[in-house]
């Protein structure tokens, strides 16, 4: 039997549309965990994490203010693997256990949504039930973050994709697949989803 609430992956990479499957799903009253959002103030708020952080890269990880220094990390761990592992294994622990106490505080709801780029990559959709994917062709995704993020340009987005793990990968691991490709409606291939799951029986 899996347990309820079922824990729900869902990834995609860099401008395939995870958001707006995500805010379609809490329209459906869906609770949705961001982790990468979490990520992110967890590296502020969580002293361990803090103190970590500190210990690997230095002070200068962090603003006199006590906010992280995400310029600095980025260009610190970006074309180091080495040390983008030492980042991952302090924020990824961190992440995994505040998602146990936040779903812990749903247990009435039938399924739950963990929303991350690298769920994949960091071997955390193995804990989870299911495993959704959001895809779109590259050039439609490159299209996305340009307009969204003004001061990326083609060649950074190609970057990152390059870094990521290929959609196929993410496809061939995925119970559903969502394709926000602006051909396939995306309401329709959600509701499907979420019908699923509220009518989901476990007989095994």
Request: hydrophobic letters at 40%.
């Given at each position: 039997?899996?347990?309820?609430?079922?824990?729900?992956?869902?990834?995609?990479?860099?401008?395939?549309?995870?958001?707006?499957?995500?805010?379609?799903?809490?329209?459906?009253?869906?609770?949705?965990?961001?982790?990468?959002?979490?990520?992110?103030?967890?590296?502020?708020?969580?002293?361990?994490v803090v103190k970590q952080i500190r210990a690997a890269f230095g002070q200068n990880s962090y603003t006199l203010e006590g906010a992280v220094n995400r310029a600095f990390l980025a260009k610190t761990v970006f074309h180091n693997s080495s040390k983008l592992k030492v980042l991952n294994g302090i924020v990824h622990p961190a992440v995994e256990m505040d998602f146990s106490n936040?779903?812990?505080?749903?247990?009435?709801?039938?399924?739950?949504?963990?929303?991350?780029?690298?769920?994949?990559?960091?071997?955390?959709?193995?804990?989870?039930?299911?495993?959704?994917?959001?895809?779109?062709?590259?050039?439609?995704?490159v299209k996305r973050v340009l307009q969204r993020d003004q001061h990326r340009t083609a060649e950074d987005i190609h970057a990152i994709i390059a870094k990521q793990l290929a959609?196929?990968?993410?496809?061939?691991?995925?119970?559903?697949?969502?394709?926000?490709?602006?051909?396939?409606?995306?309401?329709?291939?959600?509701l499907k989803i979420h019908k699923f799951f509220i009518n989901y029986k476990q007989t095994g």
């Open positions: 039997m899996l347990s309820k609430p079922f824990k729900i992956g869902i990834t995609g990479g860099i401008g395939a549309g995870k958001s707006i499957v995500c805010d379609i799903f809490r329209a459906l009253d869906i609770r949705v965990y961001q982790a990468d959002e979490c990520a992110k103030r967890l590296m502020e708020e969580d002293e361990n936040w779903v812990d505080k749903y247990p009435d709801e039938q399924y739950v949504l963990k929303e991350a780029a690298l769920l994949v990559e960091t071997g955390s959709y193995k804990k989870l039930d299911f495993l959704l994917t959001v895809t779109a062709p590259e050039s439609l995704r959609e196929e990968e993410k496809v061939n691991l995925s119970k559903f697949v969502i394709q926000n490709d602006d051909k396939n409606l995306i309401i329709p291939q959600i």
